[in-house]
Structure formats: C-alpha cells, structure tokens
Nanobody, 113 residues
C-alpha cells in the first residue's frame, strides 16, 4: 500500500522560507519519478516541481530560482525548499508519486504580507 506523508507546511511572511518534506512507503522509491503539486481553492491542482529517480530536477517558471526539489532515496524522502515566498505561493502542497500514481494528504502553506 502506497503511502505519502507531507510535513513542513505553515505560515510565513512574504520573503520567508519553508522546507516541505514527503515520506514515502509501499513503493520502489528509488526507481520512481516524484513531484510536488499545489492547489488553491477553486483552481486546478498544478505541478510545481518534478524530480527523476536519479535526482534530475525541474521546476515551473513561476518558482524558478526560489524553489528547489531534492530527494534522498535511502530515506525515501523528497523535499521542496522554498525561499523568497510570496502571497501567490499560498496553497495546499501535495506530494505525488508518478507511477504508481499516488498522492499525499497535502500540507498548507500560507504566505502573508
């Protein structure tokens, strides 16, 4: 049974930083692409960052230079380091395994001015 558990969300002020973590179990983690998505009320859940099994990262343009995705295959963890946060980054952030597809429960990030 696949289980993804996010942590690290919270409330910060504009310009602040947070690091999200996602612990995976029940999957052959080291061979799976992983991603972070985010969703705000009334909007589609969209991808923020993607990382290959070997650790090659990609992020969307809106967060380039501010967000970094990394993984630790030994610990079965992925991380999203977020800096220079702005109010548009406020969302529920979800961890996702690509195949098998599975989602975490989400963690709220709130950025206030």
């Amino acid at each position: 049974q696949v289980q993804l558990v996010e942590s690290g969300g919270g409330s910060v002020q504009v310009g602040g930083s947070l690091t999200l973590s996602c612990a995976a179990s029940g999957i052959p983690f080291s061979g799976i692409d992983m991603a972070w998505y985010r969703q705000t009320p009334g909007k589609h859940r969209g991808m923020v960052a993607w990382i290959s099994p070997g650790g090659s990262p990609s992020v969307i343009d809106a967060v380039k230079g501010r967000f970094t995705i990394t993984r630790d295959n030994a610990k079965k963890m992925i991380y999203l380091q977020m800096s220079d946060l702005n109010t548009e980054d406020t969302a529920v952030y979800y961890c996702k395994s690509i195949a098998p597809e599975s989602w975490g429960q989400g963690t709220q990030v709130t950025v206030s001015s």
